[in-house]
């Protein structure tokens, strides 16, 4: 049986298409290590909606 890891996975979230106010959501998910980054993360992601490389936030 495999060992249970550090990893988990997280769901991003587009800030400025938040504050942009239109429909739809940006979100992506991916995994991280809870033990080497404990904090949340903040990646630069495309934006379909958006059309543009923008910063997508770690949500819970």
Same mark, same amino acid.
Request: net charge positive.
């Given at each position: ?5 550090n990893r ?8 400025? !298409?938040k504050?942009s106010?239109?429909p ?20 630069k ?10 910063? !997508?936030k770690?949500?819970?």
């Amino acid at each position: 049986m495999a060992k249970r890891g550090n990893r988990i996975q997280v769901i991003l979230e587009c800030t400025e !298409h938040k504050e942009s106010g239109q429909p739809g959501t940006s979100r992506y998910i991916t995994t991280k290590n809870k033990k080497n980054t404990p904090e949340r993360i903040e990646l630069k992601k495309f934006n379909p909606i958006l059309k543009k490389m923008t910063v !997508h936030k770690e949500i819970k």
